[in-house]
């Protein structure tokens, strides 16, 4: 996961370091388990949030495609995603790479957070992976109501069992700004977990909310269904962290609503 200098499209061999790296056991510390849903996480500054964190789930009874689907659709994202606040698709790179823009709800009382990200994608055989890192589109600055952090790499490797699969998520962000501690913790031993459970029980029922909800699209296995304008590599750039601004909530106190927030029962429609 080094620093880029320029934006490019993944190839091959940068597929394979992701496949390596979520497979690595080597200097991770495990900081959850239970349930099937490990989580490890490998500090990189310590006076800094930027931290890598990976989560691993076991997930019965879901086909590695139906989470490859559920991964890819943006308009089911907005069902069962309760983080998210807006997510959209900018236009496209090349049949499996595109760019796109993601908000999401921060714990209280920090600001929330939003990224535009390159992201692509591999099938290979019964396993997938998808990752992005982060770029700068000139028709999408940051905006003054978030704060603007960065991907250095994130990605999903999904490997296929027969009727089951694993999920590993792997993320080297930084959020921007000196966070609080307790935030994260709070990612590694309850954020993480629970977005991975939520992500689970979305996939036991996107087949048959897909199956009203336009069933034959899916852009991301068929490129010809694809209608979004195409974004050329020279009108994209790095994001790097350095030139963002930075802003510090280090002191800021966990609220009282976000501590009792604990429930993992979120439904989908």
């Known amino acids: ?20 790296e979520c497979d690595a056991d080597a200097g991770w ?3 959850y388990s239970k349930g099937g849903v490990g989580v490890w996480v490998q500090a990189l500054e310590a006076e800094r949030a930027l931290h890598k964190i990976k989560c691993r789930m076991d997930c019965k009874d ?51 957070r939003d990224v535009i990200t390159l992201r692509s994608w591999l099938p290979m055989g019964s396993d997938y992976i998808i990752m992005n890192y982060s770029v700068k589109h000139p028709k999408y600055p940051p905006r003054r109501d978030m704060v603007r952090a960065v991907s250095v790499q994130t990605g999903y ?31 590694s031993q309850f954020l993480a977990p629970k977005a991975m459970k939520k992500m689970y029980k979305a996939c036991l029922k996107y087949p048959d909310w897909k199956q009203k909800h336009n069933p034959h699209f899916k852009p ?28 510090d909530e280090s002191s800021l106190s966990e609220t009282k ?11 989908v429609n």
């Open 1 to 20: 996961m080094s620093a880029r200098d320029s934006v490019q499209i993944p190839d091959d061999r940068d597929f394979g370091l992701f496949r390596t």
């Open 62 to 112: 879901v086909a590695a495609e139906t989470l490859y689907d559920v991964l890819h659709d943006i308009e089911y994202r907005k069902k069962w995603d309760s983080n998210v606040i807006e997510t959209f698709d900018i236009g496209k790179l090349t049949v499996n790479a595109d760019v796109g823009y993601y908000s999401w709800k921060c714990p209280k009382p920090l600001k929330n």
């Open 220 to 247: 991301w296995l068929y490129p010809e269904q694809s209608t979004l304008p195409t974004v050329g590599l020279a009108e994209l750039s790095i994001q790097h962290a350095d030139s963002l601004e930075n802003i």
């Open 157 to 187: 490797l999904i490997q296929g069992k027969g009727a089951n699969c694993s999920i590993t998520y792997l993320a080297q962000v930084d959020p921007k700004g000196s966070l609080p501690k307790w935030v994260v913790n709070k990612s």
């Open 29 to 31: 510390t495990l900081t």
């Open 257 to 267: 609503d976000d501590r009792a927030e604990g429930s993992d029962e979120d439904s």
